[in-house]
């Protein structure tokens, strides 16, 4: 039984069915597969074990293949671009795609209906226990439920509680309906820093049709908050504000996808502390449930991921960024991304090296 209807949940039953033909039964509370909103940055790694499922073809005709990372200053100039790709797919034969969450779901969800597993959404575990007076009796429990794990609160590690990191994010979809692509988008990903946070502009979709932006900052109020994703409207000022800070063109560009987003969603990003347990008896948890931390790179799925093939064999800074310490980063920035296209430091994997290990191949 897997308990937890996500992507790796329903990744863990594919590849459980396909490799060690066993037929596990999926519950998730969510009334539905597409009920989160959002987009995801699948890594090589995390990509490579889905191509494993036979699904990278279709992941591919849905989601927008990731290219160069282009860093904006606060003045809008362009600073520089990260080659995050060609040497991750040398290694791996799969690069970086930015999927909608909802494409994705639908994707792996039509694979376990073609391979008989079934799911069943807005079901909630209440108890957990060994022995024989089991209302649903199961040989294995797979945790896949997330950071606010029903299966380590009321069975394996009922004393762990998450810890906020002080890092929000806050994010929205735009349709090109509501606001066209602007000329350079492209596929890259569009990024700056400002005094306040991160904010990060890409395209989600094969068509180019929707474009997906997010704002990172520290945002202290979020700690009494739950996980998830979640609606708000008093946030938009504090990311105009925010976004006023840029100047030219680019600010421009930022002012009005924030405007022409007609719904905000915030993301609380939680860890779990060290020393917590991932296992009782015959129960296990991955993902999330294990192992909830800071995003890396946007690793989070692709790191969960990876738990999907393990199954088949700080404190919060709270500082806000000075103006000339800002000035100060951008200039750094600036000389590393020169020498960086320079001395070509790409094709040697700079800072890809995290991407493309192969977690078949690590020692147990």
């Given at each position: ?100 969450r ?17 799911v ?46 002080g ?79 840029i100047k ?6 930022l ?39 800071s ?44 020498l ?25």
């Amino acid at each position: 039984m897997i308990v937890g209807g996500g992507p790796t949940g329903l990744s863990a039953a594919i590849l459980l069915k396909k490799t060690n033909h066993l037929t596990p039964v999926v519950y998730d509370a969510y009334l539905e597969a597409t009920a989160v909103r959002g987009s995801i940055g699948l890594q090589p790694n995390g990509l490579r074990i889905l191509k494993d499922l036979g699904l990278y073809d279709e992941l591919i005709a849905r989601g927008s293949s990731g290219t160069n990372v282009v860093l904006h200053s606060i003045k809008s100039s362009v600073m520089g671009e990260f080659d995050f790709v060609s040497w991750s797919k040398k290694q791996t034969g799969c690069g970086q795609l930015e999927i909608r969450r909802a494409d994705l779901l639908e994707v792996l969800c039509g694979a376990a209906q073609r391979a008989g597993i079934e799911v069943y959404y807005n079901k909630t575990l209440s108890k957990i226990t060994e022995g024989d007076q089991q209302v649903m009796a199961t040989d294995f429990l797979l945790g896949y439920d997330g950071l606010r794990s029903t299966v380590r609160t009321s069975y394996v590690d009922p004393n762990i509680e998450p810890e906020y990191s002080g890092i929000t994010d806050i994010f929205s979809l735009v349709p090109i309906s509501d606001r066209p692509t602007p000329g350079g988008l492209g596929r890259q990903t569009h990024t700056t820093f400002t005094t306040d946070g991160f904010f990060a502009l890409m395209c989600c979709t094969a068509q180019r049709d929707v474009n997906y932006w997010f704002f990172s900052s520290e945002f202290l109020t979020c700690a009494s908050g739950v996980e998830g994703d979640h609606t708000v409207c008093d946030f938009k000022p504090i990311i105009r504000n925010a976004a006023n800070n840029i100047k030219g063109e680019w600010g421009d560009v930022l002012r009005s996808f924030v405007d022409k987003s007609k719904e905000l969603k915030f993301y609380p990003i939680w860890t779990l502390p060290l020393g917590g347990k991932w296992y009782k008896g015959r129960c296990l948890l991955l993902g999330d449930a294990a192992h909830a931390m800071s995003p890396h790179a946007g690793e989070g799925v692709s790191m969960a991921l990876e738990d999907v093939r393990y199954d088949e064999k700080r404190s919060p800074r709270t500082d806000e960024t000075s103006p000339w310490r800002l000035w100060f980063n951008e200039i750094v920035l600036t000389a590393f991304l020169t020498l960086y296209r320079i001395f070509n430091l790409q094709s040697f994997g700079f800072g890809q090296k995290l991407s493309v290990y192969n977690i078949r191949e690590e020692s147990l």
